[in-house]
């Protein structure tokens, strides 16, 4: 639960004996962020709010009225006085937020006079209270398992079990490792924001929520149960067709992300979990959308290249920091390299290995190491996606024709 920080001056003062308590109120959203609020609020009609708190640098956290008003989401803080009581536009002050929030619903009376808060909207009215959504997630319905299931740069994923009404279900939990790193938790809830627009679709890691009770923030997805594609293959005897159909899995992920003009960035075995029934694989799912983005434009450029997965990178990737659906491709045809490796590195040939020796390495024609034990004509798909033309790559639509193809005539 997020607490309200005091000033050791201002203390709050409750006098009302039957109070009611923000946190028992369902338009409270505790610690949403502005930008989570902003996709709640933006397909509302005006008047639509929700209260939630924020950071203050004065009072360390305060609570924020969230409204959209023809089309446009505004967000304002309260106020508190020298009494510790509440207020919006100065209008009324209470000891609760409850009822500060009440008067302004009850008697109409704007948000904000445009005086002391930086917004110059007038007549901003509280009429249609929002209540939190499913995937809005208290730390309360969770059960974490202590062990983690994986550990990464920024933090751990751990396995957990979350009540829902009458329902258990198993989770997945994405937590950060410094829970005061503010970019970090907002590199976390923007990948919550994009799995949450994806949807559900059957070989793609599901979103389930995001906990609003604590500044903690965790990203709650779906718990696939077989654990990474690379742990597998490094531990375990797999036919040729079981990973041709792993990867039609992914390579039907990646269609889909495409058709949602999502750019994955980060493909790799490590990043694909597998479902298990009976002991048998049954279904790859590509999951870990960090570096996920929307391709707005024909290419989607990032300078910053501190966690590039660079072998598995194209080279037009390494040498102008520049992804597209093409770049995926690519990466798609390293990571069928490394599943019929068992998982081995990429270009562990190559060394040393850096973003410039390895760009110079496949600008000479060199690919990673031949593969001794893939079909012949899943040998020809991966050299024909690893062209260092991206027009000329195999289009992830065909690709996953010829895994499907591979996957139905054969027996073993």
């Not at 009581?85 to 409850?98: D, Q």
């Amino acid at each position: 639960m997020c607490i309200l920080l005091q000033h050791p001056e201002k203390k709050r003062v409750t006098t009302r004996k039957k109070a009611i308590p923000i946190e028992q109120c369902t338009f409270y959203h505790f610690c949403l962020s502005r930008k989570d609020a902003v996709d709640i609020l933006l397909s509302k009609r005006s008047g639509s709010f929700l209260v939630r708190t924020t950071k203050d640098h004065e009072w360390g956290f305060t609570f924020c009225v969230s409204v959209i008003d023809e089309g446009e989401v505004w967000h304002i803080k309260m106020s508190v006085d020298n009494k510790g009581h509440f207020y919006l536009a100065n209008s009324f002050h209470a000891p609760e937020v409850y009822d500060v929030i009440m008067h302004h619903v009850n008697n109409k009376v704007p948000l904000s006079t445009g005086v002391n808060t930086g917004i110059k909207k007038t007549d901003l009215l509280i009429i249609y209270p929002i209540e939190r959504s499913d995937w809005e997630i208290m730390g309360d319905q969770i059960d974490i398992e202590p062990k983690a299931l994986g550990e990464g740069e920024f933090g751990a994923v751990y396995k957990g079990m979350l009540r829902q009404g009458n329902n258990v279900i198993p989770i997945a939990l994405k937590t950060l490792q410094d829970i005061k790193d503010d970019q970090a938790r907002e590199d976390l809830l923007r990948e919550g924001r994009l799995m949450r627009r994806l949807g559900k679709f059957e070989t793609v890691v599901a979103f389930v929520g995001i906990t609003i009770s604590t500044t903690a923030t965790m990203l709650v997805i779906e718990y696939v149960n077989g654990g990474s594609f690379d742990n597998i293959l490094k531990n375990e005897q797999i036919s040729c067709k079981t990973i041709g159909r792993i990867l039609w899995d992914v390579a039907r992920a990646l269609i889909y992300l495409k058709q949602n003009s999502v750019i994955h960035r980060d493909i790799a075995t490590r990043n694909i979990l597998v479902s298990k029934q009976n002991g048998k694989l049954v279904r790859g799912k590509i999951s870990d959308f960090g570096m996920s983005r929307y391709l707005i434009a024909e290419t989607f450029r990032d300078i910053r290249v501190g966690r590039l997965p660079v072998r598995w990178s194209a080279p037009e990737t390494l040498d102008l920091k520049i992804w597209n659906f093409e770049t995926d491709v690519w990466m798609f045809g390293i990571t069928m390299w490394e599943a019929f490796n068992g998982a081995t590195i990429p270009f562990y040939e190559l060394e040393p290995m850096n973003l410039e020796s390895l760009l110079l390495y496949l600008q000479t024609g060199a690919r990673p190491t031949p593969m001794t034990n893939i079909p012949k004509e899943l040998q020809e798909l991966v050299d024909e996606i690893l062209n260092i033309d991206p027009k000329k790559r195999t289009p992830i639509s065909k690709v996953a024709d010829i895994l499907q193809t591979y996957c139905e005539k054969t027996d073993t």
